[in-house]
């Protein structure tokens, strides 16, 4: 176990609609880290914020949104569903966001139908 | 821009074989950071191993080994007598020390199966 958490574990929606992904980071963790899985695109870095700034932008779509709230909880949005934006979301965190080992949550799934 | 080449898809082998995964990388920077995750078929990412580019020296824990080659730009993972429980997809990462923030820029992984 990380100390990482993410929710939900498993999201089903639509195409069209929005959905909130929500990261807790490690206890002492100012930076959280976001990144999605799929199959054709592989790993990918979406955007890193560190308390509560953002800090670094990836390949990270107009449609998705991200931000770290003062109790250094992060959500990742992302409207307008299409189908290729079924992956895995990954959430991670590290203490100060720079040259350090990030530590991943469980991900959470998102189907979108 | 930096780049990380893992140009093992999958991998097969039978328990207490000794497998190596191979991982090169591309960078500009002199200094950067190497990594190496687990992701088990539940699905999580597992934190085994950072290098940064100033330190060469080979690391061994467990069953597990790392090879850092500047000269070849590689960071291959051995692992000794595997099990069926190394059974997982592998990735190798890079982070640029130069890149604001502290993005990590993955291989497309290899997956190891091993079989009893």
């Known amino acids: 176990d990380s100390g990482v958490t993410q929710t939900p574990k498993h999201l089903i929606t639509a195409t069209g609609q929005r959905v909130t992904l929500r990261c807790s980071p490690r206890s002492g963790d100012l930076s959280v880290y976001w990144y999605q899985q799929s199959l054709d695109q592989g790993l990918q870095f979406l955007i890193q914020?560190?308390?509560?700034?953002?800090?670094a932008k990836g390949n990270i779509l107009e449609r998705f949104s991200a931000q770290q709230f003062p109790d250094l909880h992060s959500e990742l949005n992302l409207s307008s569903l299409e189908l290729g934006d079924s992956a895995l979301y990954f959430c991670a965190s590290s203490v100060t966001g720079e040259r350090e080992t990030q530590y991943f949550g469980p991900g959470t799934r998102l189907l979108v139908l | 821009a930096q780049k990380v080449t893992q140009a093992q898809t999958e991998i097969s082998v039978v328990e207490k074989e000794d497998v190596t995964l191979d991982c090169v990388y591309e960078t500009r920077d002199t200094t950067y950071y190497l990594f190496w995750y687990k992701q088990p078929p539940s699905g999580e990412l597992v934190f085994l191993i950072r290098r940064n580019s100033f330190d060469e020296q080979n690391e061994i824990s467990g069953r597990y080994s790392w090879n850092f080659q500047k000269s070849t730009s590689s960071f291959n993972f051995t692992i000794t007598a595997s099990q069926v429980v190394d059974s997982a997809v592998y990735f190798c990462?890079?982070?640029?020390?130069?890149?604001?923030?502290?993005?990590?820029?993955f291989g497309g992984g290899t997956r190891l199966m091993v079989k009893p």
């Open positions: 914020y560190y308390n509560g700034e953002e800090r």
């Open positions: 990462a890079l982070s640029e020390a130069d890149n604001a923030g502290n993005m990590l820029t």
